[in-house]
Each structure stands twice: as C-alpha cells, then as structure tokens.
C-alpha cells in the first residue's frame, strides 16, 4: 500500500470511541500529518492523514482497527494519496481569508442552499462550518432566539462587491442576516465601540419626540424621516425642526429621558464588550441632554452630540456649539481612535441613517443597524432582523463565550 493514507472514522460518539481508536494506532512507525473531528449530536466524523512504513499492509491497519468497527459499530473508510497529490496539498496557498455570519431566530434549508451558491458563483469554497450560538430547542416561544452559523471561506471573491449585494439580496428576501467581511487579525482585535443613539441605541428619535410634547409631531417626523433617508441634507433639516421647537418648555426633557425605549440587545453588548476591555461612545446628531442620561444608565465612556440652548427654561430653537452631522462624526471617531491609540480598523461603528455612512465607512467595522434602505446597501455589515447584541456574533464570539463574560 502507498505510505500516505487517509482514513476516515463515523459512527457515534460513545465515550471510549478515540481513546480505542488512538490505541490501536499507537506506533512509533506510524506518523500523523494532519487530523480533524467534526460532531452534530450524538454522531462523529474522524479524518486522519497518516504516513506509514511501505512494508505496512492495509489488511495489517484493518486487523488493528476491526475491534473498533465491531466493539463501537464504528464505519471506516480508506483512501490512498499519492505522494504528488499530497505535495500539491502543501502548497497550495489559497487562502481562507473571508467569513460569512449567518444571522436569524431560525435557519431553513433554503437560506443555506442559497448562501452556498452564492459562494461557489464567486469562486470561492467552504472549508469550515461552526455553530456560535446555543443549541436550539425544536419549537420555542422566545421571541429573543438567535441562531449563528460562522461559514469559513477558502478562496477570494473574484467581485467582493457583488458578492455583499447578493447576499444583501438574500437577507431581504429570506428575513436573515447575512455579514462577509475578510478574517483579518483586526477583527479579534477591536476596542471601540461608537453607537449613533437615536433609532439604533434607543428606538425613537428624540427630536420627534421632543416635537410631539410641542404640538409638531407629524411636521418634524416628516422632516427626520427625509434626513435618515438622504433626502434632506442633515444640517439643513436640522436647522428646520430645532426652529419648530422653538419655546418648547425645559421640563419636558426629563420626562421624555425617563421613557426612552432602549433597543433590544444593547445592554447585553455593551455589558459583554466592556468585559473584553472595550471602550464606547455615542457619537450623535441628537441631543446631549438624552446621550448623557444614556451614559449613566448603560456605562458609556464617551459621549459627542448637540447641545440644546436653553434660555429661561424655553428651548430657543439652537443649539450651542457645531453641530454634529455625518462629516463631524467620522471626525469624531477618528479623533477616539487617535486618544485611544488604536487604528481604525479596531473601531465598531453601528448606526441606521445617512448621517451615519461617514462612520461607518471609515471603522474596521461599520454595520447598518435596522437602517434605512441607502443605508443598508452603502454599509459593510447589516443587522436588520436581531437586537444588538448579534454584534458580538459577528466577532466571533460563542454563546459560550458570552456566558462567561455576562
């Protein structure tokens, strides 16, 4: 038989199952180049590329290993590799340089099927799958289930672009989230964390609020709504909605500041990555008022937004200082970077309106959170489906790892 070997171990994981197995080809003639073990449930798969004397007989390793297919009912299988096949083996190079996060309460067939496909019309292969969340019951009424399949790709995308785009266009259709980004060292190497506040970190846009104690709910909701969208330039329609609030009463801000609904999963994100050393900021075109009271509930580090101008207890319709747009964010940000003296690339962005592309287009990681369409096309990440806290998914985390930080 040829001196190099593949065999290949299934059955199911019983106890003793590698122990046996590791004894029985327990000799000093033959080598191990390289092995792998993969498990679902209760069942096991064993590849072991193994190098033995020319004088080796398959018989020989099949008499060594019978007890194993008879005591653990075990199924083996063989295969000879050619000493050039396994030459080309070593060098080849291609590289596993990319990972696409699947993201959703639940993962069918199809949106797997789908996913594959996309990755082999770009000319690439998978060469790992692994499961980062926590096992699923069959039927669940938790409305906070998230399940995380990390697909590891082999190859580089022959168009990086195109293939974001098809996979946006999954997510859409299929409900999923769906993230590729490049397996990079900074990616276990981020330490800061910027959030945009109003409609990412709490679920309303203060302004509005603020609008509807005035009486002009549906005329600055209009407004905002065109800004997020890219409609409006932002300094322009925020000039325009601070001049409605115009004789708005102080007191009013401390009741909306109270209520501010904080969205799903942001405590649990901030709680885990300060664990990990990370600082936060909230980097907002809202008001400081609110981003503050934010601070002290959630352990915020930094925080960069509006200052109301308040005259007498009367909102007088300014705000104090240069207002913090798209531009002044990114600004914003790379100043953090600077004081914490890491690269961009270790900054997290996450934000859901056009004033927030700036950011996100410049951190090593910039994902739209629930955003708005132009938002979610232009952004390198995007988690439309989840709370926040499947932002930790995409670092690579476990929910084993997540439970040991909470």
């Not at 946006?168 to 276990?188: H, M, N, Y």
Request: glycine letters at 6%; hydrophobic letters at 40%; charged letters at 25%.
């Amino acid at each position: 038989m040829a001196n190099l070997l593949i065999l290949t171990v299934a059955g199911e994981n019983k106890v003793d199952i590698l122990p046996s197995l590791m004894k029985h080809l327990a000799d000093e003639a033959i080598k191990v180049l390289d092995l792998g073990q993969m498990q679902t449930q209760d069942q096991v798969a064993l590849t072991l590329l193994l190098q033995v004397p020319p004088t080796f007989t398959e018989v020989e390793l099949a008499e060594r290993l019978q007890p194993i297919e008879e005591v653990w009912q075990a199924h083996l299988s063989y295969r000879e590799l050619d000493k050039q096949e396994y030459q080309t083996w070593l060098q080849d190079k291609t590289p596993e340089h990319y990972l696409v996060t699947l993201l959703a309460p639940e993962v069918n067939g199809k949106v797997l099927a789908d996913v594959i496909a996309e990755v082999s019309q770009h000319g690439l292969t998978v060469s790992h799958i692994k499961r980062l969340s926590q096992r699923q019951p069959i039927s669940t009424d938790n409305n906070d289930q998230i399940t995380c399949f990390e697909l590891r790709l082999r190859g580089k995308p022959s168009n990086l672009i195109k293939f974001r785009e098809q996979l946006l266009s999954i997510s859409s259709e299929q409900g999923v989230d769906l993230a590729v980004q490049e397996d990079s060292i900074f990616r276990r190497c981020h330490r800061l964390i910027a959030f945009d506040m109003d409609s990412t970190l709490i679920q309303t846009e203060v302004i509005d609020e603020l609008a509807k104690a005035a009486g002009i709910g549906e005329q600055v909701a209009a407004i905002t709504e065109r800004a997020m969208q890219g409609e409006l330039d932002f300094n322009e329609s925020f000039r325009q909605r601070m001049a409605l609030l115009k004789g708005l009463d102080e007191s009013v801000l401390s009741e909306i500041a109270q209520r501010l609904p904080i969205t799903s999963g942001a405590e649990k994100l901030i709680c885990t990555l300060k664990r990990l050393g990370f600082k936060t900021a909230i980097l907002s075109g809202g008001f400081t008022y609110f981003a503050q009271y934010l601070q002290q509930r959630l352990g915020i580090d930094y925080v960069h937004a509006n200052q109301l101008d308040i005259v007498d207890g009367k909102v007088t319709g300014e705000v104090k200082g240069t207002i913090v747009d798209g531009r002044r964010k990114a600004e914003l940000l790379t100043m953090l970077a600077e004081q914490e003296g890491i690269s961009l690339e270790q900054v997290i962005a996450v934000g859901d309106g056009a004033n927030d592309l700036p950011m996100l287009g410049i951190a090593g990681m910039g994902v739209a959170f629930q955003a708005k369409p132009l938002v979610k096309a232009s952004a390198k990440h995007a988690i439309s489906y989840l709370g926040l806290d499947a932002i930790l998914y995409l670092l690579g985390l476990t929910e084993h790892d997540i439970q040991q930080l909470s």
